[in-house]
């Protein structure tokens, strides 16, 4: 079992709408949670990060995080051409960060 | 620096060639992290450094990989006797502190070096 799994997509939702990214984590011990965006050919760059359970939001963007169910994802609102991205999540446990393999998300104009 | 700096950006090799690439982690990050991503797919861990000790190398692949973190000087990703399948881009990312200890803190990534391998 991968620590990090993610639905590898694509996605494609129409600009306006609400995109929904999820990620769930296999070690229970985990304590943050990151998510990073990565164009296509440039490197990933951090959008949002949480630690505690509930929602965190920034802008149009909110972080939604389960420990009990190991659960963590992404919303996007008022969805935008240039949120099209790989998203990648990401779990510090222990002495490392792993990474989910990305939700290639497509927002169509 | 301010940035995480990889250098070369580009390197190409023919098969059972050395290639070496370099990170230099942002000034006061003690944590360096090598990934390798395989065109769009997952990012795989290799090695991690605090400073310049090894802190995890369970994702390296030992016969042919190796690296290094010694001090004043950029950290560095050796592959001898490169193979087709060593063809990806490699990340280096550089943290303040590692993981969950600190309630995490994010790793900033350089622009990662593309390997070609022919």
């Known amino acids: 079992q991968k620590e990090v799994e993610q639905n590898s997509g694509p996605l494609s939702v129409p600009e306006g709408a609400i995109a929904s990214l999820n990620c769930t984590y296999s070690d229970r011990g985990s304590q943050s949670f990151f998510w990073y965006r990565q164009y296509s050919g440039k490197s990933p760059e951090l959008i949002m990060f949480?630690?505690?359970?509930g929602d965190k939001e920034d802008g149009r963007f909110t972080a939604q995080l389960n420990k009990a169910s190991q659960y963590v994802s992404l919303l996007i609102r008022d969805s935008q051409p240039s949120d099209s991205a790989t998203y990648l999540c990401?779990?510090?446990?222990?002495?490392?960060?792993?990474f989910g393999t990305g939700t290639s998300l497509t927002v169509i104009p | 620096g301010e940035e995480v700096a990889q250098t070369p950006k580009h390197l190409v090799r023919g098969e059972g060639q050395k290639a070496k690439l370099y990170c230099a982690p942002i000034?006061?990050?003690?944590?360096v992290f090598w990934y390798q991503q395989v065109l769009k797919n997952e990012f795989k861990f290799l090695i991690s450094?605090?400073?310049?000790?090894?802190?995890?190398e369970t994702g390296m692949p030992k016969e042919r990989f190796s690296a290094k973190c010694l001090p004043n000087s950029p950290c560095s990703l050796e592959i001898q006797a490169t193979k087709l399948e060593d063809s990806a881009v490699y990340f280096c990312?550089?943290?303040?502190?590692?993981?969950?200890?600190?309630?995490?803190?994010?790793?900033?990534f350089g622009q990662g070096t593309r390997l070609t391998v022919v």
């Open positions: 949480i630690y505690s359970n």
């Open positions: 990401a779990v510090a446990t222990g002495n490392q960060f792993y």
């Open positions: 000034k006061g990050h003690s944590y």
């Open positions: 450094f605090q400073n310049e000790n090894v802190f995890d």
């Open positions: 990312a550089s943290s303040q502190y590692s993981g969950a200890n600190f309630g995490g803190t994010e790793a900033f």
